[in-house]
Structures are given as C-alpha cells and as structure tokens.
C-alpha cells in the first residue's frame, strides 16, 4: 500500500467520479452523497501521505514509477516534494469543500456536475505530483475539459463565451509548452543518447545547453504558465471565467487553477531552464509585468461595480505578488511566493463563497444591489470580514505573512520592487475595505435586502477549514516555511550556485538558513 | 525480363486486391439472382463484411514476412508487399469494415439499399491495397484511378438528392483533372528515368547532375495531382461539397481512406523516387502545408453543416501531416503513419454519429441539430466529445500522438516557425470542435429533436471507435511500434 500513496490520493476522484456516472441520474441526493462521500474520502487517503512526509529531505519522497510508453520514454512517475504537498493538501481540502458548498446551488444537471468536479479534482491533483513531462502535459491539458463543462453548462449569463475562452487562452498557452517540452526532450536525446520525459533526466539537458536557447524554452513554458497564473497581459480570461462560473467553480478557479501556474513554474520552468530563468531580460521583464499586474489589478478592482468581478480583478493583483516572489529567485521570495499562493487559495475562495452566500439568495452581483448586510447578517459580517483581512493582508491572517516574506525578497533584489509591491498593498486594502463599507456598512437602502438570512450551518461548516487555515498560517507559519524550505534551497541553489555559501556571514547554527527563511518577528528557534 | 509468367508468389502479393474484386463481383451476382428476390439486401453488407474477414486472414498471412523489415515482391518488382503496405492495407480495412456497418442502415434509410454500393466499397480497397504496395508508376496509376473510379460513383449514389449528384460531378471532373496532371507528371518521370520503377526513377534522378526545369516539371505536376487527391490547399475547393453531398458513409470512407491511401502513394514517391531532391519539394510543401492548415482551421469555424465543418477539419488535419512530410525524417513519417490510424478511429466515430442523426426520418446534418442530444443520448455525447477532443490533439486519446509526433520532427529538423503555426492551429481548431461539444452539451433542444437511428452495428463501430480511440491514447506503445515498424520498411 505504501508505495501507492500518491496514485490512491488521485485515483480516489476519479473513483468517485465513475461511481457517480453509474448512479440514476433522479436520485440527486444519493449523487451529492456519494460525490461528498468520495471528497471526504480523498482528504482522507492524503493522512498517510502526511504522515510518511519528511519535510526535512529535499529530494522527491513517496515515489512511484513504472514504464507507460517505453517508444517514447514517458513513465507513470509521481512523487512529492514541499511544494508539491502543499498545493495536494490545498487542493484537497478546497476541492472538498467547493464540492460541499455546491449542494443547494447546483440544482440541474447533478450527476454531471459532480462527475466533472471529480474528474477535475483528479487531474489537478495529478498534476501537482507527477515527475514525468510528458505525464504533466497529460494531466495539464485533461485538466481544462471538465472546467470547460463546469463553466459553460452552470455557469452565469454569458457562460459559453467564458467557458471557451478559458480553454483557448490555456490550450494556446501549453501547446506552446508542448513544443518547449518536445524541444528538450530532443535535445536530452542528442546529448545523451535515448528518450526520457522523467524531470531529473531531463534537469540534466541544462549544463549542455547555452543560454540562448534556455531563454527560448524558459519563455515557452512561461507563458503557458503565466496564461493559467493569470499574468498581466496574459489575464484576460480571468474576470470571464471566474465571474460567470457557478460559485464552486470560481472557488476551484481560485484556489487549485491559478496555483498550478505559480507550481508550474518552481517544478519545471525554473529548473530545467535556470540559464533562461536568470537571464536579465527575462527577470526585468517578469518583474516588470507582475508589478504592473499587482497595480492594474488593484485599479481595476478598485472601479468594478460587479462583486464577483471585483475579487476576480483581486486575484490578478495578488498573484503579482506570488510572481514578483518567485522572479526575485532568492529563498524569501521564492518560498514567500509559494506560501502566498497558498494564502491566496485560501483567502481568495472565502471571498467567492461569501459573494456565493448572497447571490444564492438574491441573484444579483451588483455591488450598488447591496448596503447594510452586517445588520442581518451578523455571522456571515465577521467571516466575510476575516477573509477580507486575510486577502488584505491584516498582521495575525497569513496574506501578512506571505507579502511580508516576498517583500523581503523583493527588497534584497530591488528598493523599487518593493517600493511598487507595496503600492499594490495600499491599494489592495483600499478596494477591499471600500467593498465592505459599501456591501455590509450603513442602512438597508434596498428594500430587499430586509429578507436575506444569515448563513446556515452547512455555510459555516465550509467556511470554517478556510478560516482555521488562514489564523493558522497567520499565527504559526513555522510549518509551512519548513515544508518549503528543503526544495527552495534546492531551486536556489539550482539557479544560483553558492547563493548560499555567498550569503553565508551570519553565524551557520543549525536554524542559519531556517531564519532567512522566516519573517523577523518570527523567532526561528526555540 | 520473364514479364509473361505468373508465378504462385505474383499471386499471393495480390491476394488481397484479388479477394476484394472477387467479393465485390460476388456480391453484384448474389445481388442481382438471390439477394434481390429474398428482399433483404443488407444481406449484401454480410458478404461484404465475409470478404474483409478473408482480407484480414491475407494479411495476417503476411506478418510472419513482412516483421523486422522482411518483404515480399510479385509481379517483377513493381509489387512489394512490406511492413508499410500491410499496415496501409490494415487502415483501409478497418475503414471499410466501418463503411460497410455504417451503411448498411444509412442506406436503408435512405432508400439506396443496393449492391452495388457494397461492391463498389470493395473495389475501392482494391485499388488503394495496391496504392501502398505498388512500385510502379503505371500499376500505382491504375490502383489510384481504381480507387478514384468507385469513389465519383459511391459519391453521386443517391440517386434523388441534388447535393448528391452535383457532389458526384465535381468530383468526377475536379479528380478526373488532377488525375491528369499526375499522368503527365508520371510520363516526364518516365521520360527523364526510362523506366516506370520508382526505385529505378529514384536512381536516375539521384544521378542527374543538378535540379533542372524537367524535373521541377515533374515534381511539380505530381505533387499537384496528388495535392488534389488529400485535399491539400489550394487544391481542397471539392471537398467541402463533396463531403456534404455524399452519403455519410462514403463521405467517412472517402475522407479517411482516400486521403491514407494518397499519403501511401505520395509517401512511397517521395521518399523512394525524390529523396535525393528533397531541398526541392520541403519549400513546396511547408507552403503548401501551412495553407492547407490556414485555410482547412479557418473555414472551418464558420461552418454550420456539420459535414462541411468536419470536411474542412480534414483539410487541416492534411495540413498537419504534410508537415510530418516536409521533416523528412523517420519520426516524421510515423507521425503521419499514427496520425492515420488515429484518424479512421476519430473520424469514423464523429461521422457515424451524423450518419445516425435523424429528424422524421430525413438526415439531419446541421450543427443545430445536436443540441440538446446529451439529454437524449448521454452515452453517445460523452463518445462525440472523446471524438472531437481527439481530433482536437488533446492527451491521452489517440489523435493525440499523430501531433505529438509531427511536431517532434519539426523541431528535430530544425522548423521552429512552422512548428509553432501548427501549434497555435491547434488552439484555432479547439474551438470549432468545441462548437460541437458545445451543441450536444449545452444547446437547448429544439422542438422537433432530432434522434439518433441505429441499429447493432451502428452502436458497434462507435463504441468501438470510442474504444479504440482511448485505448490507441492510454496505451499507445503497441501502436506506435507498428507505426514506426511501417515506416521503416518505407525508408529502406
């Protein structure tokens, strides 16, 4: 059993979503059992990973492989690291409660919509532990159908055109990928004589490859990257398909989607290419885009009159942050980057289930729709204002801890990034803030907002985890930075060879790199 | 040269050909004294289906010769049978295979119930079998014109329907000219070689000094001809109507079929007559190829017939393996190899989906008349969108590697730019296959729905091509080594 880990954690959606088909399609209540069953069940199946994962190894643990195409050398290849554990762990738990939080909202079409939210959950999950490229492609590009469904067919007004935009913006991004990847496997051939997709042969290829070409291939798979972070200008999709998407559906958007970008480019772009990573243009130039992504997307939040939309512009804005983070290519940025990705897959789903928990009861977006909510709403107030905390990056919520560790590794490349990073903070607190007062604050001005019903238990019950989860990594991120720390030295090292014996004056105790990692106010060892 | 002698081994090179035409003869008497007075013709699809049964024995006959490079060589050469021919000749008959099911209730429907139709699916075969075996110009000529001849035919074979017969006469005159243009192409060919041999052509031209207007002529007049025939732009304008008008059946067996038994013939003339021109036709075709994929992905998205969207794909999908031809290189041409064989699966199964579409009883080919399907058929258009997520290029299903592949070789070879085209072609076609997902999963139904009419082997040939075309994406390997299996005999 033990050595079949990581496939039972992503075999056990796709399970669901089979037992799920084979149920009649008018017994809609025994479908969202089952189909909750089986997302309870896949948190469930990830206990044993937690516990055989060793955050203190930086190579990849609970590995499994076997041949799958032995013509082309693509193998059925899995394993995990920190940052791969991580996005499982997200992605378990934000796939289990948007599977929750979709019971009384999705009322037609059930038994499709579950087995599409499986099959969703089973490719994301895949492609957060496979080793081999060929693989990823597979779970990459699977991946985009079910979204495809669950935007088009429960989607908002303008649905369709949503839900095809996704699909071409991210299918133009990875086929451009595909010939990156096609590209190295080739050159991994001419250098070394047989066909492998497997990453660490493939990491290989980089010493013998100039820089020129590094750029290329960098910027090959960057942008299939940068489509699904969403960066700025490759955004655009963005605010179709999580505004009209059903609330579960913007909250996996959200929460799994975006975060593969971020991973996609720590497990895969960066190192195979560090020439191409490191390069002057390409740093500038991403750190110039994800700067202009973090101000654009504020500005744009700040004028949005829809509110669905507004935490959709939200996200561009902080997945900037997460960008300029991993551009910095230093330990703070990176691992403040993938810990803000984290954050934000947290944080940014409250959002859209709390937009969710009204438009349910008054189908409206309309932010000028709303006014006075906290007066019936008490419960439903102090959430939605902890979520925005947490987006907004309050000190005690983790959306602090992960901004303050990517400025800090912003700061060492750059005063000017940091400078502009916390332009982007400022405002961020502004849209939000402005967003509360107008939604929450003053009088019911609308007669109909008299009726609305505070949220019920199954609310808060989805609500809860994401809550604990942002306090948690507020008050205690030690964890988390601990789990980030072996593979961030390991990239790091990878781009940068002796950043750390460079950066090494400051006394070499056992907790030395642990404490670069950390938030000053943080004390590193006991 | 003992040319009159007709030896047991020219024979067994034959076989197959031979078995068709005698099946196909067979049919046209039993149909004619037996099957007629009984009044259950689709009989005829029986013994049609006997003889591809008979074709599959020959073929297995032939594996034990043909494995790791092994050939057999009939008539003075000008037939080898090798591990390239027999995996053609396993294409067309599964092709055929599925025509003939996919028929035998179309047909019906539409009142042509006849023999002839069955016979003239077989003839058809015969002539491509020897379209991927033939080494000689004026025997590849013939098996070309054979094929041809039964396609202008089946085309234009419902007698009632205008669509039917313009179809048929466009074709006829469209193919008749680039058939044409072949012959000449052929007779310089002949002219600068002496000789109708394309290993002997392959010689002389290598031994030509330096690459002169003769042979551009021929390079030139052959290419075009054969341009017509996969339906390469600028030479695509037939299939479009062609599609449309035909009985779906044919128009499934003429797109799959017609196009892998050209790329067999063109495949077998370029590589064994031009290999040493190469610098010649690779501009020529990477031009030709990046049109065909322009305009085949363009047209279609505007297309609201659903065989004219699905002609136009397959004009993109012969843009596509042009290029696997324009790389030059093995990788390449088992790229164009696997891409076939995905394709009868992927293709058949969309069009024998539209074949099954019916409104009272009248064909319903229009993008419009899906929707609402899911809530008819859910098994089926969950088949439809594996169908078109296949053609689209999207992993792990079948239609998948042919791509894979022929980008591959690309980069191999060093074309990133038309790399690139193919690649973001891939996204273009996304979204014209999507408008059909789209239509079957989130149209609304109209008043009048149209419902699908099958019968047994209807059901069969699309869960089977459904199936297969899964099975070809998880488990390629066993695919891909026939493929490139094929190839290689091709190369040497």
Redesign the interface.
């Known amino acids: 059993m033990s050595e079949h880990i990581l496939s039972i954690i992503w075999l056990t959606p796709l399970v669901g979503m089979i037992a799920v088909m084979c149920l009649p399609k008018e017994s809609k209540d025994l479908i969202r059992y089952v189909a909750n069953g089986f997302a309870v069940l896949g948190l469930l199946v990830t206990i044993p990973m937690i516990r055989a994962f060793d955050s203190s190894i930086g190579d990849f643990q609970l590995v499994e492989r076997h041949d799958w195409i032995p013509a082309l050398g693509a193998q059925y290849y899995l394993g995990v690291d920190g940052f791969g554990y991580l996005m499982i762990l997200l992605t378990v738990v934000v796939g289990w409660l948007s599977i929750l939080c979709s019971w009384s909202s999705i009322q037609e079409r059930v038994k499709e919509y579950y087995a599409f939210f499986l099959f969703l959950q089973a490719g994301m999950l895949g492609v957060f532990m496979v080793l081999d490229v060929f693989l990823f492609y597979v779970f990459w590009e699977i991946m985009l159908v079910p979204m495809y469904f669950i935007i088009g067919i429960w989607g908002g007004g303008r649905r369709l055109y949503a839900a095809i935009k996704f699909f071409l913006y991210t299918l133009a991004g990875s086929v451009l990928m595909l010939l990156g990847i096609l590209k190295l496997y080739f050159d991994h051939f001419e250098q070394f004589g047989h066909y492998s997709f497997a990453l660490e042969d493939l990491l290989r290829v980089a010493a013998y490859t100039g820089p020129e070409i590094q750029f290329w291939l960098f910027w090959a798979f960057f942008i299939a990257f940068a489509v699904k972070v969403p960066m700025f200008p490759f955004h655009t999709w963005l605010p179709d398909a999580h505004t009209e998407a059903p609330t579960a559906g913007s909250v996996i958007l959200a929460g799994i989607l975006l975060k593969m970008g971020l991973y996609g480019l720590v497990r895969f772009a960066m190192p195979l290419f560090p020439k191409g990573a490191t390069d002057e243009l390409t740093v500038q130039l991403v750190a110039l885009l994800s700067i202009v992504g973090i101000i654009y997307g504020a500005l744009v939040s700040l004028m949005q009159s829809d509110w669905k939309r507004l935490v959709a512009y939200s996200s561009v804005s902080h997945l900037g942050f997460c960008t300029l983070g991993l551009i910095a290519l230093n330990p703070n940025g990176i691992a403040g980057g993938m810990l803000q990705g984290v954050n934000h897959g947290l944080s940014t789903p409250l959002l859209f289930l709390a937009v969710g928990i009204v438009y349910d009861q008054r189908h409206t977006r309309e932010i000028a729709d709303y006014g006075g909510l906290a007066n019936r709403m008490p419960v439903y107030t102090v959430l939605f204002a902890i979520s925005l905390f947490a987006s907004m990056g309050m000190p005690g919520l983790n959306g602090f801890i992960g901004e303050f560790t990517i400025l800090r590794g912003a700061y060492e490349v750059s005063i000017w990034w940091a400078g502009f990073a916390v332009l982007g903070i400022v405002l961020g607190a502004a849209y939000l803030l402005w967003l509360f007062q107008r939604v929450m604050l003053g009088p019911i001005t609308n007669p109909k907002n008299e009726s609305v019903k505070d949220m019920n238990l199954r609310e808060i019950i989805v609500m809860a985890p994401l809550v604990a989860g942002c306090f948690w990594i507020g008050l205690y991120p030690k964890p988390c930075f601990e789990i980030l720390e072996a593979p961030t030295i390991k990239l790091v090292e990878r781009l940068d060879p002796g950043y750390f014996s460079r950066n090494a004056a400051e006394p070499a105790d056992e907790a030395g790199q642990l404490s670069r990692l950390l938030p000053a106010e943080t004390p590193a060892s006991e | 040269m003992d040319a009159i002698s007709f030896t047991l081994s020219d024979f067994h090179v034959l076989k197959p050909a031979v078995v068709l035409c005698l099946v196909g003869c067979g049919i046209l008497l039993t149909d004619a004294f037996l099957v007629r007075r009984i009044g259950q013709r689709w009989l005829n699809a029986v013994t049609a289906l006997v003889g591809e049964a008979v074709v599959a024995a020959v073929l297995l006959q032939y594996l034990p010769d043909v494995r790791s490079g092994g050939s057999l060589t009939g008539l003075g050469g000008s037939i080898v049978v090798d591990g390239f021919g027999v995996f053609f000749n396993v294409i067309f008959m599964l092709a055929a295979v599925l025509a003939v099911i996919l028929s035998a209730r179309y047909m019906e429907a539409e009142g042509e119930q006849r023999g002839e139709y069955y016979a003239l699916i077989l003839f058809a075969q015969a002539g491509m079998s020897i379209m991927a075996t033939g080494h000689d110009l004026v025997v590849l000529f013939v098996a070309l014109e054979t094929m041809a001849l039964s396609f202008y035919v089946m085309v234009g074979f419902l007698r009632d329907s205008k669509r039917s017969n313009e179809a048929a006469m466009k074709y006829l005159i469209l193919g008749a000219f680039s058939s044409g243009l072949l012959a000449y192409g052929f007779s310089v060919l002949y002219g600068i070689s002496g000789s109708t041999s394309l290993a002997a052509i392959g010689e002389a031209i290598a031994g030509r000094p330096a690459l002169d207007w003769i042979m551009i002529l021929a390079l030139i007049t052959t290419s075009v001809g054969l341009f017509f025939k996969i339906a390469a732009a600028p030479f695509h304008m037939w299939a479009p109507d062609v599609y449309e008008g035909a009985p779906t059946p044919t128009t499934a067996y003429v797109s799959v079929a017609s196009k892998a038994a050209s790329f067999a013939l063109m495949i077998r003339l370029f590589v064994t007559a031009y290999g040493s021109v190469a610098e010649a036709w690779v501009p020529l075709l990477a031009i030709v190829a990046i049109a065909t994929m322009t305009i085949g992905n363009l047209a279609a998205v505007t297309q609201s017939n659903l065989k004219r969207l699905l002609a136009y794909s397959s004009v993109a999908h012969a843009g596509y393996m042009l290029l696997g031809l324009v790389a030059f290189s093995e990788t390449g041409l088992r790229g164009i190899a696997i891409y076939l064989l995905a394709y009868v699966f992927m293709n058949y199964g969309a069009f024998a989906l539209i074949a099954a579409l019916r409104r009272d009883g009248e064909a319903a080919e229009e993008l419009d008349d899906l929707n609402g399907l899911f809530g008819r058929a859910p098994g089926y258009t969950i088949l439809m969108?594996i169908f078109m997520?296949s053609l689209t290029g999207?992993?792990?299903l079948a239609g998948f590697y042919g791509k894979?592949y022929i980008?591959?070789a690309l980069?191999?070879e060093g074309y990133y730019i038309l790399?690139?085209f193919a690649?973001?072609y891939?996204?273009v076609s996304?979204?014209y296959y999507?408008r059909v997902i789209?239509a079957c999963?989130?149209g609304e139904a109209a008043e009048r729905p149209a419902s699908l009419d099958m019968n047994l082997g209807t059901r069969t040939a699309l869960v089977a091509s459904g199936v297969l075309t899964v099975l070809i994406g998880v488990?390629?390997?066993r695919f891909?080594?026939l493929a490139?299996e094929s190839v290689l005999a091709a190369l040497r």
């Open positions: 969108a997520l999207i992993p792990p894979y980008f591959l980069l191999g790399a690139v690649a973001l891939v996204a996304a979204y999507f789209r999963w989130l488990l390629p390997q891909i080594d490139g």
